[in-house]
């Protein structure tokens, strides 16, 4: 063995629940994620462990994912999503008779592929992808991690330390409570960190963390071994860099992998292509055009000379590319070994919706890689964190510099002009639950202590960094802004119901059953 890699999958998405509305659009992000990324993840899992294939991936799974793959109104509407696409799926079996047989081929190959997935969610998985997961932690192969609460990005919530605080805690108990054990590692929500933090960790008991390639390369003192190893902060807990180089080759948008011609194009759907009399049934109600995930060409060239998939092709690609990575990497660590005198760890952490969601045939790219370490070469061993740090216990002491993992390294993709007219409002909330947690401490099991615990969910609701993101991207401004001003509505609407006399009760029943996130918070976090 020459070097260790560790790929760590982040899977995440805001917590979006709208039991008011029959069907909701922002609601297909979750849809989306189950049918390409999560069911075949757990499909590649279940094949590598049929084989004997000994695999180690970490996986981060935020308690607002986590929330909603167990929310039973949101798994009802699953199900009730897929079966449209399987309907879909058998019309257009009708549909691409009289086209080209390479269409009549993939519509054939959709509606079979669907049906699968839907007997996988129903049958299989009996609608419980989180205990699917964890089934793996169990059996040794996955690490699952936590992160923030709800993802807020917490060197811009410093203000109140309570509030970051209340981030990381939270989350700390939610995992305790679904997987049964303490997590041991955190993906801080996009790997935003600040000196300090990892106080807050060791109080977490959380052994490990992730930073991006900088957070490490400027700690002091400077680091020995660069980002080929971890760091153990002053307070205990052990920083894992990126490495860039791994990362490129899938991330890149001019070089990386998921570019290749013969790869299944996401942006050529059937919910764009057809007339709109015929999708109509199949996107939103309101007519707004949706993808479906039923796409027909390949990444291949421009619009007018896009060839039709082939999945059998891409499959072989992904076969291919698989190959290059490891070959990528054992150069590395052959390369670095004798460098640094001791064996590499190279940590390639990624978006998990990256695999299957925005690149279709990751999941099979996993599963080809994992196959080859195994038994293919003796030179690259795979790792989790906990795992690596249990074998290689001896590391250096320093202190990570301030860093995050978006553009340009720091905070600027969510704090900046589009941006900076939510945080006020955010340690405003935050200073107001610190007072009314004092002034009602006696009361938190009464009526008082409902109210409260609403308070803390709708503001640790409108501290999720996707809002800021999603703003500062472009793409679902409007829903991203409605979202924290509604979060923080909420929260002073309930704030007022301590000082009234005749507070609403019913308007809090419905903003319970709205917001119910964290059943059982404890707000001893917030002190």
Known sequence: MTGYLALVLHAHLPFVRHPEH???????WLYEAITETYLPLLDVFERLHRDG???????????????????????????????????????ETERTRSEDAAFQELAWWYL???????????????????????????????????????????????????????????????????????????????CAYVPGLENLLAEAEIRFFLLDTHGIGLAQPQPRYGHYAPLYTPAGPAAFARDPESSSQVWSAESGYPGNAVYRDFYRDLGYDREMDYIAPFIHPDGIRVFTGIKYYAVSGREQEKQPYNHKWALEQAARDAGDFLARRQAQVRGLHPLLGRPPLVVAPYDAELFGHWWYEGPMFLEYLFRKIHFDQDEVQLTTPFEYLQREPVQQVAQPAASSWGEGGYWKVWLNEKTDWIYPHLHLAADRLQSQLRRHRPHHEA?????????????????????????????????ASKRVRMHISRFHALS?????????????????????????LNLDHWH
């Open 22 to 28: 029959a069907r909701f659009l922002e609601e297909d």
């Open 53 to 91: 294939v000994d695999f180690r991936l970490t996986m981060s799974m935020t308690p607002p994912l986590v929330s909603m793959l167990d929310d039973e109104l949101l798994r009802a509407r699953y199900v009730a999503h897929i079966d449209r696409l399987v309907e879909l799926a058998r019309l």
């Open 112 to 190: 079979e592929h669907l049906e699968r997935t839907r007997w996988l969610f129903v049958e299989r998985y009996q609608r419980d992808l989180v205990s699917a997961f964890a089934h793996f932690q169990d059996l040794g192969k996955l690490e699952i991690i936590t992160c923030g609460a709800t993802h807020g990005f917490l060197p811009l919530l410093l203000e109140s330390p309570a509030a970051v605080r209340a981030q990381v805690m939270v989350a700390r108990d939610h995992y305790l409570h679904r997987f049964g054990r303490e997590p041991r590692g955190i993906w801080l929500p996009e």
């Open 447 to 479: 009526f008082e202590g409902r109210v409260l615990r609403q308070m803390a969910r709708e503001l640790l609701l409108a501290q999720a960094s996707d809002w800021p993101f999603l703003i500062h991207a472009g793409t679902a401004t409007e829903y």
């Open 496 to 520: 007022r119901m301590l000082t009234e006399e005749a507070p609403d009760l019913e308007e809090l029943v419905r903003i319970e059953e709205r917001d119910n996130i964290f059943p059982a």
